[in-house]
């Protein structure tokens, strides 16, 4: 067993729903960035969504001719995954790259010589290491969130000092519960009893005083989902702005949230290209309609005028000191000026 296998069996074993929510989020954010680029051109041999897989979790993949012993892809074009060998050059990339399937079979690429080499990014870095970051913040969110709804419930726990007490409040609140016959008691019921009151003790373990507080453990967690998909390519905006902000500054968090994204395009393209060079190929690559969308609005935001300012909802049209002091109100008399006469 793995250290990781391991890890995942304790953490599951103790802490089953910590596990369920990480592997969930895992799989949102992995599904999502898998679906970033559109794919044309493919052999059928080559599916677009290990593309994407292998290299959000490798962060690097090699495509080559398969000549192993699996017969069904005996001499087509396949991608795998892979590692740079040990010997780097100038800049310390490995000369070659050893590729490996997923039953086993490993070779050497050479590069641009029996294969090529494509990258996720211009780092040689997957993206499985900033989906981990924000699958353990928002784990640990989503496990207090749960916590405090547990905590907030209306559940009294009602003190018994016998068990005969014990089950006559059982017995009331399970007709309760199932709205059966009225409950009558005499006076020498056990309800009366309890405590030498008619008032059952209750422990206050819960305070559904406290649900307002939810909300704010509800925004931690849209911050973060929102900061993971604004770094994405998609900018998710908030819902207000600041006074006297331009639409280009409203707007700008679009043309940050891109600089990742036309990254990742740009080294897939580079590499399918070196790849239909080598095999005869005519891949290409392009942003999915979710993105293309998305980078439409971040490529006509040149055409924006940047002195263009929004209109504050909030501001009061008839008040006064909105108006420039410097200007004068229109039938203000002329102020005269020295030398001038009546």
């Known amino acids: 067993m793995t250290n990781q296998k391991l890890y995942d069996f304790i ?11 990480a592997w969930t989020l895992k799989d949102i954010f992995i599904n999502m960035l898998a679906s970033m680029f559109t794919y044309e051109g493919l052999p059928e ?7 994407e897989r292998f290299l959000i979790l490798n962060g690097s993949i090699a495509g080559w001719k398969y000549d192993g012993d699996d017969k069904k892809f005996k001499d087509k074009l396949i991608v795998s995954i892979g590692g740079e060998s040990e010997q780097p050059d100038i800049y310390g990339v490995g000369r070659d790259y050893i590729a ?4 086993g079979y490993t070779k050497t690429i050479e590069r ?27 784990t640990e969110m989503f496990v207090s969130l749960r916590t405090n709804i547990l905590y907030t419930r209306n559940k009294p726990v009602f003190k018994a000092a016998t068990d005969k007490e014990r089950r006559a409040i059982q017995e009331a609140f399970e007709k309760i519960k199932n ?43 849209d911050d973060a989902f ?6 994405y390519g998609q900018a998710v905006q908030g819902n207000g702005k600041l006074a006297q902000q331009t639409v ?52 006509n935001e040149a055409d924006i005028d940047s002195d263009q300012l929004l209109e504050d909802p909030a501001a009061d049209p008839a008040d006064p000191a909105a108006d420039d002091p ?3 109100p229109a039938d203000a008399p002329e102020e005269k000026k020295e030398g001038d006469t009546e």
């Open 11 to 21: 953490l599951g074993k103790f802490y089953p729903e910590k596990i369920s929510f």
């Open 45 to 51: 041999s080559i599916r677009p969504e290990f593309i």
């Open 100 to 103: 490996a399937t997923q039953n």
């Open 112 to 138: 641009e010589v029996n294969g090529v080499v494509i990258y996720n990014n211009s780092l040689y870095q997957p993206d499985i290491q900033i989906i981990n970051a924000f699958v353990d913040e928002l």
């Open 179 to 221: 709205d059966l016959e009225p409950i009558i008691v005499t006076s020498t019921n056990v309800m009366e009893e309890i405590e030498g009151s008619e008032t059952v003790k209750v422990l206050d373990i819960t305070d559904v005083q406290n649900a307002d507080k939810l909300q704010y453990i509800v925004k931690s967690i």
């Open 226 to 231: 929102r900061w993971f998909f604004t770094l």
């Open 248 to 299: 280009k500054e409203v707007d700008g968090s679009t043309s940050l949230s891109f600089i990742y994204p036309n990254d990742r395009l740009k080294m897939r393209q580079e590499g399918f290209d070196r790849f239909n060079k080598m095999f005869g190929t005519n891949i290409t690559v392009r942003f999915s309609d979710a993105w293309l969308t998305e980078s439409i609005k971040y490529k």
């Open 326 to 328: 410097a200007d004068p």
